[in-house]
């Protein structure tokens, strides 16, 4: 069966205007033109279609999508098969949110205390979703799947008074970070060498990050954009800061740990 642009939008659920767009920039184009010039879309498109907004629902970006459909090595089973373990995560926590928000609900309505592991069951499985979907991959290709998982666990399995003072660390090295950066501090001085100390601190409360792999770290916090933002947000140069600071003390560890 073959489609024009209105009918496989009404059927897909997206706009003809976007079906046009996906044509122009080469990400969806039509299977062949009818005599009267129209776009007509075949099965073929119709399943490119489909994971091209399967892949939009993850948040991937167009030109990512673009490169992996028109990767000869693309294989639609194993595709297909990523997409549902992704929306399975998505759904365990939207769920586990839920759950959080209506055992908070309840709790309020009857007016009897509720423990504070509860009330972050929802907030750190939404948290270590989201690290996956940003760092996830990243992670487990530079150190593994079985460090990422245990530091996954750490984080779900963390009571509400240790999350509680992990995230106020957090807090104090941005805060640290923003004061060192507008006074000049020096990276390998003092106050770097607190900051670097602190941020070795916050990352053991959820995992056993060796020297090298605190160093391969830091070096992400410039080389990648999103670490940049996160600390950058703090002052700008706070991530080229921090990267510094920590490569400072863990070269400073190997040189003390030498014969």
Do not use: C
Not at 122 to 151: C, F, I, S
């Amino acid at each position: 069966m073959e489609y024009t642009v209105q009918a496989l939008a009404k059927l897909a659920g997206v706009s003809p205007r976007t079906l046009r767009w996906y044509d122009h920039i080469g990400l969806l184009a039509p299977g062949r033109r009818g005599e009267n010039g129209y776009r007509l879309y075949g099965p073929k498109e119709v399943d490119r279609l489909q994971q091209v907004l399967f892949y939009r629902a993850l948040g991937v970006e167009l030109g990512e999508i673009k490169a992996l459909l028109d990767d000869p090595a693309f294989d639609e089973t194993a595709a297909l098969q990523s997409h549902l373990l992704a929306l399975q995560g998505e759904q365990k926590r939207l769920a586990a949110l839920i759950h959080t928000v209506e055992a908070t609900l309840a709790a309020k309505e009857r007016r009897t205390p509720m423990k504070d592991e509860q009330k972050f069951e929802g907030l750190k499985a939404q948290l270590v979703a989201e690290n996956e979907k940003t760092h996830g991959k990243e992670a487990r290709t530079r150190y593994g799947d079985a460090p990422v998982d245990a530091a996954n666990a750490r984080l779900l399995n963390m009571s509400g008074e240790v999350h509680t003072q992990w995230k106020a660390m957090e807090e104090e090295i941005l805060t640290r970070l923003a004061a060192a950066v507008a006074a000049g501090e020096d990276p390998a001085g003092p106050e770097g060498e607190a900051v670097a100390a602190l941020h070795a601190q916050w990352l053991a409360f959820v995992g056993d990050y060796t020297p090298e792999m605190r160093a391969g770290l830091a070096r992400l916090y410039t080389a990648d954009e999103r670490f940049s933002a996160y600390y950058d947000k703090a002052a700008p140069g706070a991530a080229a800061f921090l990267t510094a600071a920590i490569l400072a003390q863990t070269e400073k560890g190997e040189e003390t740990s030498k014969p």
